[in-house]
């Protein structure tokens, strides 16, 4: 099982679009609700969930919208299991 899947099956949904969030980069929305989707939806239930949550993240400034892609907002803040160093990423 990879890092990641742990991470989407292990922690709270806001935390995963933080951590996912975490780069310049960001995160494309359609890819956010793939990795949900391969896991059946765990700890968010839907799609519908997945949006309006992204949705209120972005109205608390955790989140932006830049293009098609989710990046940090100015209200970021780094994901409880990241400062934990809970994980290790190779």
Request: proline share 4%.
């Amino acid at each position: 099982m990879s890092v990641i899947t742990k991470i989407v099956q292990s922690e709270t949904p806001e935390d995963v679009i933080l951590f996912a969030t975490r780069s310049e980069s960001g995160i494309s929305y359609p890819r956010l609700d793939g990795l949900y989707s391969r896991n059946g939806w765990i700890n968010i239930g839907n799609n519908l969930e997945l949006m309006k949550l992204v949705h209120n993240m972005a109205l608390e400034g955790l989140v932006l919208y830049k293009d098609l892609t989710l990046t940090k907002g100015p209200n970021w803040r780094s994901p409880t299991f990241l400062t934990e160093n809970k994980y290790t990423f190779d």
